[in-house]
């Protein structure tokens, strides 16, 4: 009798972790087919900042600030963000040295906390890089040079980081070592040329022959005999120039953008939001 008691208790155990299993199992199985089936979502915001750029571009849960104007425009990049509920930026990345893309820097990273700065290798000089180094010696903040494709991920939103192939060029040397930010999200992709001219433009288009759905033109809109062939095969429906009443974009520009049938946004009409739900892309001007 004790042994059959025995056995029915065993028996008895046993049927019901077989039962556990089998619940885990099919609930493992389910959880995968639930998070595939969501698209991931991003918002950029494009400051009208003159002929500078700044972009902050959020996911979900994570900021990534894009180059920050000029001397002066950290305090309104900050602004911004704290409308926004964001206080520390997952990545700055600044595409070049130039003033008008390094000049708020300081003052960002003395106002938000940022994990990781990534800063190209190439030169850098006048007021405005003084300010920047000495802000990180400051500071204590050590950036990432990148000098290979560095990647990192989002939210499901994949950031691309290419650098140039070279850490100095004969033409235009501070514009050609220029970053260039390519982002995914979902079926949706976007490209951030910085300020990069013919030699790094014609790098970028040998190298990468995907399109694209939006593109960041490179230079504040200055024609480049290489916009030609990026243009073409990239074939983006929108194209954004950070530009300003006093700098406008170039006309020549603007005709082969029209040619090829993109709609173009221009911030010195006012800042831009473009939002992408991972399936397509839309963008408006932003009340001030």
């Given at each position: 009798m004790k042994k059959l008691r025995n056995l029915s208790l065993w028996l008895l155990a046993a049927a019901l972790l077989l039962s556990a299993c089998g619940g885990a199992g099919k609930q493992s199985q389910t959880a995968p087919e639930q998070e595939s089936g969501q698209q991931p979502q991003l918002q950029v915001f494009f400051f009208s900042c003159g002929k500078a750029d700044a972009m902050l571009l959020t996911t979900e849960h994570g900021a990534v600030l894009l180059d920050a104007g000029n001397k002066g425009f950290g305090k309104e990049i900050l602004a911004y963000c704290r409308d926004k509920g964001i206080y520390s930026l997952d990545y700055l990345i600044l595409s070049h040295f130039d003033k008008d893309h390094i000049g708020g820097a300081p003052r960002v990273l003395q106002g938000l906390p940022v994990r990781q700065l990534l800063q190209p290798d190439g030169p850098g000089e006048g007021s405005a890089w003084e300010n920047y180094a000495a802000a990180l010696q400051e500071l204590g903040v050590e950036p990432v040079t990148v000098r290979e494709d560095l990647s990192f991920t989002l939210d499901g939103v994949r950031f691309t980081v290419n650098p140039p192939k070279a850490?100095?060029?004969?033409?235009?040397?501070?514009?050609?070592?220029?970053?260039?930010?390519?982002?995914?999200?979902?079926?949706?992709?976007?490209?951030?040329?910085?300020?990069?001219?013919?030699?790094?433009?014609?790098?970028?288009?040998?190298?990468?022959?995907?399109?694209?759905?939006?593109?960041?033109?490179?230079?504040?809109?200055?024609?480049?005999?290489?916009?030609?062939?990026?243009?073409?095969?990239?074939?983006?429906?929108?194209?954004?120039?950070?530009?300003?009443?006093?700098?406008?974009?170039?006309?020549?520009?603007?005709?082969?953008?029209?040619?090829?049938?993109?709609?173009?946004?221009?911030?010195?009409?006012?800042?831009?939001?473009?939002?992408?739900?991972?399936?397509?892309?839309?963008?408006?001007?932003?009340?001030?």
């Open positions: 850490s100095n060029y004969a033409d235009s040397a501070a514009n050609n070592v220029s970053l260039i930010v390519s982002v995914e999200c979902g079926d949706c992709r976007l490209l951030f040329t910085g300020d990069a001219e013919n030699l790094r433009l014609e790098e970028w288009t040998a190298a990468h022959r995907e399109r694209c759905d939006f593109i960041k033109m490179p230079h504040h809109g200055a024609w480049h005999r290489a916009l030609e062939p990026l243009l073409t095969q990239a074939q983006p429906s929108y194209a954004l120039i950070t530009c300003s009443d006093a700098e406008p974009e170039e006309a020549k520009t603007l005709r082969k953008l029209e040619k090829l049938d993109v709609q173009v946004f221009l911030t010195r009409l006012g800042p831009v939001l473009l939002d992408c739900d991972g399936r397509s892309i839309s963008l408006h001007y932003v009340d001030k």
